[in-house]
């Protein structure tokens, strides 16, 4: 029995603070969790900030001082890490909870880390009983839920798994976090470095160590998609996704089949103003500059709640019959939808999932569990037609 259910580390961070928060109002009773970071004067200050009780545990925990993280973990059945860029502050946090058989979650976006977490800690986190579920926000949970969804129904409908889906972005409104554009500019930066990542970052398999599967659409030129009939242009967060998406088929057994095809794409428009749109979107960089939010920054609650999206799911079926499947979202997907996420998916695996240790994507080891809690709680929808 540990001290506590959940951990929030990284509290005093902007989206920390959302999380934390979020577990004040929907969870304020039947929940034993804690606010851990750096500084106990910060988590004293959010602590009252966001009006949790004045008895709500705070835990002092630094990513440069790993028996601090080793302390954290021993007291708590799952940890929620929002301090990135994860590269950068948290191997040592994995490694204690892979060592501790404590269960983490995380959102990281940064797959040649992932990897290189794999490759370290899988062993011991399958030995201690430790779940670590990489990728719990906006990436990559609508996306890996969303094809588990489609495959679900796809399996039910026709008896076998759809062996193509193209994911597309119809809509799309919020700001990408601070910490998404760090953890992009530390990952190329590693690259520069490192020219092995560089193969990793390609690489629509680098998550799923002893297994290639077929020639995947890279997803990098704006085309245009007659099964939907519209232009599509690249989308940014498609290398993590469509990683995490191939992963949990891997972990699944390849429950997609060996010869599953998958890709991501942002819907531009229809005609040639739908073509003009998908080259502009082609070639603009939204982490370019200086400008966008600093790490630790981030919206309104008003532009939070203003935000929401979309996503569709085409399934195509060996004989051409589709079958689609849509997500929505009700909130920002960067900050105040994943905020939401990442809380449920700790909790999910605090309260209805068990499943061995190891190296997790949250539809591999949550699934339907997972999904139904988002749907009831975090203002998610997922529509099969």
């Not at 590269?87 to 058989?101: E, H, I, N």
């Not at 953890?183 to 990542?197: F, M, N, V």
């Not at 060996?318 to 929505?328: A, F, L, N, S």
């Amino acid at each position: 029995m540990r001290d506590f259910d959940i951990i929030v580390y990284g509290a005093t961070g902007f989206t920390g603070r959302l999380v934390a928060e979020y577990l004040v109002q929907t969870y304020p009773t039947g929940v034993r969790w804690a606010m851990a970071g750096r500084s106990l004067a910060k988590l004293q200050q959010v602590r009252d900030l966001i009006g949790a009780p004045a008895d709500t545990a705070l835990i002092t925990a630094d990513s440069d001082d790993s028996a601090s993280l080793r302390a954290m973990a021993e007291r708590g059945t799952v940890v929620i890490s929002t301090v990135g860029p994860y590269q950068l502050y948290g191997s040592d946090l994995v490694a204690a909870c892979a060592a501790t058989g404590t269960g983490y979650v995380d959102l990281c976006g940064e797959p040649a880390w992932m990897r290189h977490m794999i490759d370290a800690h899988e062993g011991e986190a399958t030995r201690t009983g430790a779940r670590i579920v990489f990728s719990c926000g906006f990436d990559s949970i609508p996306f890996d839920l969303g094809v588990l969804t489609l495959q679900d129904a796809a399996k039910a409908k026709y008896g076998i798994p759809a062996p193509r889906i193209k994911g597309r972005v119809r809509k799309m409104q919020g700001t990408f976090s601070g910490g998404t554009a760090a953890s992009l500019k530390a990952t190329l930066a590693a690259a520069a470095r490192d020219p092995g990542i560089v193969k990793l970052l390609t690489s629509p398999f680098a998550l799923t160590p002893g297994f290639q599967g077929p020639h995947q659409p890279t997803g990098l030129i704006p085309e245009y998609d007659t099964t939907i009939s519209a232009w599509v242009a690249p989308f940014v967060m498609a290398p993590i996704n469509t990683k995490n998406v191939h992963r949990t088929n891997f972990l699944l057994g390849e429950a997609y089949g060996a010869d599953f095809v998958y890709d991501e794409m942002m819907v531009a428009g229809l005609g040639d103003l739908g073509k003009v749109a998908a080259e502009a979107i082609a070639k603009f960089n939204p982490f370019s500059g200086d400008k966008g939010p600093k790490p630790g920054e981030g919206p309104s609650k008003e532009e939070r709640d203003a935000g929401h999206y979309d996503l569709l799911f085409v399934g195509i079926m060996p004989d051409g019959e589709r079958i689609d499947t849509v997500v929505t979202g009700d909130r920002d997907p960067g900050y105040g939808s994943t905020s939401k996420m990442i809380a449920e998916a700790a909790l999910c695996l605090v309260q209805d999932v068990q499943g061995d240790g190891g190296i997790w994507t949250p539809g591999a080891l949550m699934g339907a569990k997972l999904r139904d809690r988002l749907v009831a709680k975090a203002g998610l929808s997922f529509t099969v037609g």
